[in-house]
């Protein structure tokens, strides 16, 4: 994954950031102004004893990217695919007035509220159900209305069996339970859209494993930030083309564990983080920012079939429309798989819905169905909160907007597997974690009672390796 800038969506992102930087700063500056202050009342040694201290708690619950009040409310509007049926909580049991076949997506609306220990423990909710038992982990603090996901628990919950408990908060509140119809995916053509390689994977490998017939279309070679392969003697340039060329392999092999021939997984080789500029000028080439390139072709190389771009190499907009418009019209995909346009704010993952939607335009094929995921946000990093397997809850988001129904499908513990190893072959995850991060998560470990995930080091081995993979859907 690449970083966040360049975009309106991710501009909040970066001003957030900097309050959140600049608030710690300043309370980095109390600290040793009080220090000093114990200092020089002749109680020299306690600032040497405290420093370690307030830096090791501050490393181990106060270092999350958390740019919202814990007790602020998340709110959505699912639409008029998404329909309310009565529940109530009694005893912890929770109990649904309605008829479920099982598939269906579900939705449980009630308010947390932290203990004192979930300011420094993570608060959860664990879902209990014999050997179906599930746990979704929220912010430290929580105090608000959340949106639990009770996919998969439909037997259950409709026999009156389903049990919940909150771990270092209480359940509080009239519970309200939200339904959406489910997505039939084993008989429909399925197209990936990823910005860059991995994203398809960390979003959707449970979903185009199980599809029928699956395409697999990366947009961008996702050849900056390199420092790893300049370790091995490259510079700067000659690191991004083998980080970019190694990418390029990635997406078109890496489906191949879940099944999709190379016939259907396809590099389109643009740049990452040029997408926005390439949107901006439609004719103008936007070469690569590190890797002294401006033709495509060079990530192209591993592709089963020609397309519009290849004749000239040419890294515009217009390029990326005609490679979209040919790709849609052979593959006629029934199913449309992108990143969320408003929740996720990576500019590339931005201008890569756009770009599929202006494609489609004119097109005599048209798909069924959108769906849409976020591999970042712009107000929690750390989402999915929790450990590998668990289930994942809904994001945090604090304004309803435009309606989309929420769409979940379930992992078993074999598919789960199967992504980590997805995940581990693609080689922007394999780098290890500097050594200020690794120490983090150590403290937090120790203090904070958090597992790393026995898949991987990177974080999206812990936050992609779940019980449920989370779609948005929209019918197009």
Wanted: with cysteine.
């Amino acid at each position: 994954m690449q970083p966040r800038a360049g975009v309106p969506g991710v501009s909040r992102k970066q001003q957030l950031l900097k309050r959140h930087r600049r608030n710690k700063r300043l309370g980095l500056l109390a600290g040793v102004v009080a220090l000093v202050g114990l200092a020089v009342v002749s109680w020299w040694w306690l600032p040497l004893l405290l420093l370690p201290l307030l830096w090791a708690g501050h490393e181990a619950w106060f270092a999350d990217h958390l740019f919202y009040a814990p007790g602020e409310d998340y709110a959505y509007d699912f639409g008029e695919y998404t329909q309310q049926a009565r529940a109530s909580l009694e005893g912890g049991l929770l109990k649904a007035e309605c008829a479920l076949q099982g598939e269906e997506t579900l939705i449980l609306e009630l308010r947390l509220k932290s203990s004192w220990v979930g300011r420094f423990l993570d608060p959860a909710v664990e879902l209990l159900a014999g050997e179906q038992a599930d746990r979704q982990t929220f912010e430290r603090g929580v105090d608000g209305v959340r949106f639990l996901n009770l996919t998969g628990l439909a037997a259950p919950l409709q026999a009156g069996t389903l049990r919940l408990r909150g771990r270092h908060c209480r359940l509080q509140g009239q519970p309200r339970l939200w339904i959406t119809p489910p997505v039939e995916l084993q008989r429909r053509r399925v197209m990936v859209i990823a910005p860059h390689a991995d994203d398809a994977e960390l979003a959707a490998y449970g979903l185009y494993s199980q599809a029928d017939e699956t395409w697999v279309v990366t947009l961008t070679a996702g050849e900056i930030e390199a420092e790893h392969y300049q370790q091995m003697g490259l510079d700067k340039a000659d690191a991004a083309r083998l980080k970019g060329r190694l990418r390029a392999w990635d997406s078109i092999a890496v489906p191949r564990w879940a099944g999709v021939p190379e016939s259907r997984c396809v590099q389109l080789g643009y740049f990452c983080l040029q997408l926005p500029a390439m949107q901006a000028a439609p004719e103008q080439p936007a070469a690569s920012r590190e890797a002294e390139l401006a033709d495509i072709r060079v990530f192209r190389q591993f592709n089963p079939f020609p397309l519009p771009a290849d004749r000239d190499g040419a890294p515009t907009w217009n390029n990326l429309l005609a490679d979209l418009r040919a790709l849609l019209d052979m593959a006629k995909p029934e199913v449309l798989v992108m990143p969320h346009p408003q929740l996720d704010p990576h500019p590339d993952h931005i201008c890569a819905q756009a770009a599929v939607l202006e494609a489609l335009q004119g097109l005599a094929w048209q798909p069924e169905t959108l769906l849409c995921y976020a591999n970042h946000l712009h107000d929690n990093d750390r989402w999915p909160m929790g450990d590998s397997g668990d289930g994942v809850a809904l994001p945090p988001q604090l304004s309803t907007g435009q309606a989309w129904a929420p769409c979940s499908l379930v992992l078993g513990l074999a598919t789960q597997r199967d992504k980590a190893m997805a995940l581990g072959m693609m080689h922007d995850l394999q780098p290890p974690a500097p050594f200020k991060r690794r120490l983090r998560r150590l403290l937090q470990r120790w203090l904070a009672g958090r597992k790393p995930s026995p898949y991987g080091e990177n974080e999206f081995f812990r936050k992609a390796v779940r019980r449920h993979e989370l779609f948005w859907r929209r019918e197009l």
